[in-house]
């Protein structure tokens, strides 16, 4: 599929990076080559490939039985609904990439409380941002911009400690990222480049919208 881009250079990037995803089919039971397909759309994703991520996905959805809400026991399928989640975003379908976020954590319960509480504030700023980005433009712009000024309550961590100085980092990035998709959607390509370049250009380490941010950035330079 990579190939079918006709950038070679990226092609053999992705395939360099495989067995960063590639683990023994027993590991994970019933996912077996199923959790590899999961992170085959991962690395679709990270270089803005929406179409070719969905494809996996959706195939690893298929193929593998849903667990019982909330308490399933496929890694592979959670990997799958947060990557959809991702996708969705990216294209401006917010409703739906909420959907799929409120979705994914039941894919996978371990049990673990502390577990648990780690995936809630990991990804209560994702939430929090996408539900503004899904508002009407002028709306989403200004909550975007007051999130990433700082404007932000972090959800309260029980178990983990203090995370709040790392929600409102996550939420600054995301609101940025969702603000760029916006600026891009409504064909502002000058606007979205800019709002996905606060996120990469500080040589930090890249957070989750930090890495989707330099896949949208890769696909409007392709586009």
Same mark, same amino acid.
């Given at each position: 599929?990579?190939?079918?881009?006709?950038?070679?250079?990226?092609?053999?990037?992705? #395939?360099?990076?495989?067995?960063?995803?590639?683990?023994?089919?027993?590991?994970? #039971?019933?996912?077996?080559?199923?959790?590899? =397909? @999961?992170?085959?759309?991962?690395?679709?994703?990270?270089?803005?490939?929406?179409?070719?991520?969905?494809?996996?996905?959706?195939?690893?959805?298929?193929?593998?039985?849903? *667990?019982? !809400?909330?308490?399933?026991?496929?890694?592979?399928?959670?990997?799958?609904?947060?990557?959809?989640?991702?996708?969705?975003?990216?294209?401006?379908?917010?409703?739906?990439?909420?959907?799929?976020?409120?979705?994914?954590?039941?894919?996978?319960?371990? *049990?673990?409380?502390?577990?648990?509480? @780690?995936?809630?504030?990991?990804?209560? !700023?994702?939430?929090?941002?996408?539900?503004?980005?899904?508002? !009407?433009?002028?709306?989403?712009?200004?909550?975007?911009?007051?999130?990433? #000024?700082?404007?932000?309550?972090?959800?309260?961590?029980?178990?983990?400690? =203090?995370?709040?100085?790392?929600?409102?980092?996550?939420?600054?990035?995301?609101?940025?990222?969702?603000?760029?998709?916006?600026?891009?959607?409504? #064909?502002?390509?000058?606007?979205?480049?800019?709002?996905?370049?606060?996120?990469?250009?500080?040589?930090? !380490?890249?957070? =989750?919208?930090?890495?989707?941010?330099?896949?949208?950035?890769?696909?409007?330079?392709?586009?």
């Amino acid at each position: 599929m990579a190939v079918e881009h006709g950038n070679h250079v990226q092609a053999e990037r992705v #395939g360099k990076q495989l067995h960063t995803v590639y683990i023994p089919l027993e590991f994970f #039971g019933k996912d077996g080559k199923w959790y590899l =397909d @999961a992170g085959l759309g991962d690395i679709y994703l990270k270089y803005g490939w929406l179409a070719e991520a969905d494809h996996e996905y959706s195939s690893v959805l298929a193929a593998v039985q849903p *667990g019982e !809400p909330h308490w399933g026991k496929s890694e592979a399928r959670k990997k799958s609904a947060y990557g959809l989640a991702c996708t969705n975003a990216l294209r401006g379908s917010y409703s739906a990439a909420l959907k799929w976020l409120e979705q994914a954590p039941g894919e996978y319960n371990s *049990g673990c409380g502390n577990c648990n509480e @780690a995936t809630k504030t990991r990804y209560y !700023p994702t939430q929090v941002v996408w539900t503004a980005a899904s508002k !009407p433009f002028s709306d989403a712009e200004a909550e975007l911009k007051e999130i990433m #000024g700082g404007q932000f309550r972090p959800m309260k961590s029980e178990l983990n400690g =203090d995370t709040s100085e790392q929600q409102r980092q996550n939420a600054a990035s995301e609101a940025a990222l969702a603000l760029g998709c916006l600026f891009y959607d409504s #064909g502002d390509r000058a606007n979205a480049e800019t709002s996905c370049k606060l996120i990469t250009s500080d040589g930090s !380490p890249l957070s =989750d919208a930090g890495i989707l941010a330099r896949g949208m950035l890769s696909r409007m330079r392709n586009e």
